[in-house]
């Protein structure tokens, strides 16, 4: 009752995708594997790895955030530190 207490809807016209936040998209190149991926950025509860979802709080999560097109983010995870460089963004 308390999270649906504090729902909002959010309409994706009014989703910045100047950089990355909360229910963006974003597509990124693994600088280690030259690998591109696409993640959304959502909420804990709607984190689903198999459907490309990571949560706002992961460590990719609360390194992505923030971060504009062309920007090249390092994240520390257990296994070291992987950098991925924004190659877009959308809604």
Do not use: C, H, W
Not at 24 to 39: E, P, S
Request: aromatic share 2%.
């Amino acid at each position: 009752e308390g999270i649906l207490a504090t729902a909002r809807i959010v309409d994706e016209e009014n989703i910045d995708t100047s950089k990355v936040s909360i229910l963006t998209k974003v597509t990124l190149l693994n600088m280690g594997t030259k690998k591109q991926v696409t993640y959304q950025i959502v909420s804990e509860k709607e984190a689903d790895l198999k459907l490309g979802k990571i949560s706002a709080s992961s460590q990719i999560g609360k390194g992505l955030l923030g971060k504009t097109i062309g920007e090249t983010a390092e994240i520390k995870v257990p296994a070291g530190v992987i950098k991925f460089t924004v190659k877009n963004i959308t809604a």
